[in-house]
Each structure stands twice: as C-alpha cells, then as structure tokens.
C-alpha cells in the first residue's frame, strides 16, 4: 500500500504577524529552522521504513502561492509536485476532495497522509513511528485521526474523545466523538481522564473511502468538486481545477462534513485515533513557536542577529537588524523590514486584533512584506517618497519578467550584478555591471537574465502613480494579468 502525502497550504497565520502577511503566510516561513514549515512538512516521510511512500507529494494551495511553494518544493530536491490550485478558499473538506480525485485519476488508490502545511513536529521517529500504525489502519478501510497526547490542559485546541482499543494489539482507539475548544476546568478534566486527545487536524484514509464518504454525507461538495476537477487544466506545475464550479462549491471542514458523523454510517469505514506523541505544534502564535524552539539555559530563543542580556524565557525572531533583549522576562519580540512587534508571551493571541486595525485603517503591512516573491525572483522596495520608488530586483537565471508597459511612471535601470536582457521599445540589448537605461513613460519594455547567475539590478521609478497595478502587460511567461 503507497502512501501519498497530501499538503493543505491554506491560512494566513495572522497571529504571528509581522513575520507572516496575506502574500506570504507562515507555512512559507522559516520559524524553526533554515527550511519553511512548507518545507519540512514535505520532507516529514523522508527515510520512512513503514512502507512505500509515493515520491510525489500533492500540494492543495490558493493561486497567490503557486510560484513560491514550486520554488520551495524544488529547493529540498521535489521536482515533480502535483499543485492542485484552488481558485478560491472553500476549507479543508473541498480541499481534499480535489486531492483525492488527483491521487485516483490514474486508477491507483493510495493512501492519503493528509497534513497541514504549517505545523512543527519536533521528533520525526515518533512521527514515523504512529503513520506506520495509521498506515495499517487507513489500509483496511478506516478513516483516521491522529489524536496529540495532551500534557497539559489546553484551551486553545480542540480535543477528540476516544473509546476502546480497535483491535487487540492495535495503539489505536476507536473514535467516540470531537469537542470544541474547552475552558480550562473542562480542558482539566478531559486531559485527567485520559479519554481526550488534542485535534491535530492530520489524517490518514485511501483516497476512494474519503471520496465514498463525501458523497454520502455531502453530496453537494462532492459533486462540485467532481466537476471543478473533471474542467481540470494543467500548467507546468499546476493543476487548475473549473473555477466557476469550484466557487460554487460549499465551504466545510474534514472534521465537520465527515469525521464527526463517521459513526452513523459504520458501512463507510470507521473512525480511528492514533495516539501521536512527537512535539507537535499548530504554531497558533509567537509563544507556541516559542515552545517548540531551541532553548539557551535561560529559556530564550533566538533566530536571527539576536543578543540576550538578562533576560529570561523570551523569544526573539529578528530578519534585518540585530536586536538586543535586555532585561525582557517572557516577552516576544519580532523584527521585519517594515514592522516590529513587541507582546508579553501571555498577549500573543491578541497580535490578530493589532492586524485587525491595520486592515481597518488600509494599511498594506497586513498584505506583503517590504520584499516580494514573483515567480521569476523578487524585489525589495527599498525606498520610496513623494512621485519617487527605489527597488532593488533579482531575477533569477533564465527567467523573464512579462512585456509591459505603464501608462504614469518611468523608470531607470543599473545593473550592479549579472548580465540584464533589456527590451526598450524596438531595440532590444544587453547591459552589464555598471551600466543602465532609461524606460520612458509609455513605452513597451521587458527584462530578461540570459546568464547562468542571478541578475541583480536597482530600478528607480518616477510618476505620477507608483502602484503595482499600473502594469499593462502584452505577454507573460507565468499567465499572469497583474502582479
């Protein structure tokens, strides 16, 4: 029995902003080490001894991510990921139906390891350890959740209740019911009685009982989402499914369209927890990614330039400048290029009502960070005033940026590494370090790097409107209309 490994890259994180924006969520994030969640979610099953793990893992994302988990999966040697696109957020529910119809379209029927992109799990063994026993479960037909061992009485999380053994000498339990988020007398009791696990949102069933399930229990997702998958295209990486249909799809979640009413229809297969006890985190916010970091005798954590001095039990994630943490006792500092956040660990929760305000207020901090990811490289704005924009551009080797033009700004070009491909109006040349060009107002232009080495330039906007959507593009590699 193949396992296929199946990737929800949906959510925002917005509790741990500044770190995480809308255009660049935390899962695409290095929290815990030199890898984004993404990352080390795909590469979770490496080294698995429980069986045969399909090398081609499935990735269910929003279109706005596309390019950046196609580059991520590439850097830790994925070369072949399926990306099923969704054209707009219907929840985890559609989200898997649309995976399981492209793990089967083939005729195979695997079983699908069904994990969210943003999470940390600290010990890989034990990991490895309790999919094996999923494995096993999922293989006859059950449908399976892996219930966290609970350590302490949590109230942030949702909890499973769990009945029997499944088997004489199976770990796993038989599952009895989900219960929302408790208060901690509750939280307390659940977790005293040993019946009661953490929700971890990780699941494990062959593809055709999750999609036999869906068209019992809700028919009307289960056939949007057939035919949003049977209007499929697919685009180099990509998988896009029939938007019209999709979006007519209702939003519901793995839990509520199906696991909760697995015990009313025995018939479909049963429901099944397996204990998981390997460090898991859901990263909910700083002081949860604090707890699951690497700790100095002080209990402070530090990524980035970071100096403590008498400071106790505080996190500090620091991108752009180094920080100095001085007499902080349980705080949580973030640096970025743009913002800094500043909470007592105790407060983190409350950084999504700080987001909430700058939305109201129109502030862009909520969206994208200073330095923004296109699928051909990056730029970082690096200044900008009064009918003036300064960006620093990387275009990565081989790449090319679409033929445009813009109707209320020109712009200059100073290549500083690399060798630039320019087109500028009719003529088309290169340029080399220290050399630059002119783009007129108005005019059709495009860059391009021919070389084998990334091409670094400076661009010097000047204009009446400096905006990302003054962009009227003729031709893109990327199939892109904006951005």
């Known amino acids: 029995m193949t396992i296929k490994t199946v990737i929800l890259s949906g959510g925002s994180g917005t509790r741990l902003w500044p770190a995480s924006r809308e255009s660049y969520p935390k899962q695409l994030l290095p929290l815990t080490c030199e890898h984004s969640l993404l ?21 269910v994302s929003n279109e706005e991510y596309r390019f950046i988990i196609a580059e991520q999966m590439r850097q830790v040697g994925v070369r072949s990921a399926q990306i099923v696109l969704e054209p707009v957020g219907r929840n985890t529910a559609p989200a898997l139906s649309l995976a399981a119809l492209a793990a089967s379209a083939d005729g195979q029927d695997p079983v699908l390891l069904v994990m969210p992109a943003d999470h940390v799990i600290v010990d890989l063994p034990a990991f490895q350890k309790a999919i094996a026993e ?23 999380y949702g909890y499973i209740r769990v009945g029997p053994s499944a088997g004489e000498t199976d770990t796993a339990r038989v599952l009895a019911e989900f219960v929302e988020k408790p208060d901690e007398a509750t939280a307390a009791r659940y977790v005293a009685s040993g019946e009661y696990f953490w929700n971890s949102g990780i699941f494990m069933m062959k593809a055709s009982v999750w999609l036999k399930a869906m068209a019992h229990f809700r028919p009307d997702i289960s056939a949007a989402c057939a035919k949003a998958f049977e209007g499929r295209s697919v685009d180099a990486d990509f998988l896009r499914v029939d938007k019209a249909a999709f979006t007519a799809c209702p939003s519901d979640s793995i ?19 397996v204990p998981l006890s390997a460090g898991w985190s859901d990263v909910g916010a700083w002081d949860a990614l604090w707890a699951v970091s690497v700790k100095d005798g002080d209990g402070n954590s530090g990524r980035g330039e970071v100096m403590f001095e008498s400071s106790r039990n505080t996190l500090v994630h620091a991108t752009h400048r180094m920080v100095a943490a001085v007499g902080c006792d349980d705080m949580v500092v973030v640096e970025t290029a743009d913002a800094v956040m500043v909470a007592h660990k105790s407060r983190t929760q409350d950084v999504k009502k700080v987001v909430a305000r700058l939305k109201a207020e129109g502030k862009s901090l909520t969206q994208s960070h200073r330095k923004v990811y296109r699928p051909w490289g990056w730029y970082d704005s690096i200044d900008f005033g009064e009918r003036f924009q300064v960006k620093r551009i990387v275009v990565n080797p081989g790449a090319t940026l679409s033929l445009q033009m ?13 060798t630039a491909e320019v087109t500028n109006g009719e003529r088309v040349f290169l340029l080399g370090e220290n050399e630059s060009t002119y783009i007129p107002l108005g005019h059709t232009h495009r860059l391009a790097n021919p070389g084998k080495v990334p ?23 990327y199939g892109r209309t904006a951005g």
């Not at 990352?39 to 990735?59: C, F, I, M, S, W």
């Not at 839990?255 to 927890?273: F, H, K, N, S």
């Open 39 to 59: 990352q080390e979610t795909v590469v979770r099953l490496n080294g698995y001894a429980g069986g045969a793990v399909d090398p081609q893992p499935l990735v």
């Open 406 to 418: 813009h109707h209320h700004r020109a712009e200059h070009w100073i290549v500083v590494k690399g």
């Open 455 to 477: 091409l670094e330039i400076i661009e010097v906007q000047s204009g009446s409107y400096l905006g990302e959507d003054d962009i009227v593009r003729f031709e893109d590699t």
């Open 134 to 156: 999923g494995a096993v479960q999922a293989g006859a037909g059950r449908l399976v959740t892996f219930g966290i061992v609970p350590d302490r009485a949590e109230t942030g």
């Open 255 to 273: 839990d509520y369209a199906v696991m909760e009413r697995i015990g009313t229809a025995p018939e479909l297969g049963q429901g099944v927890v």
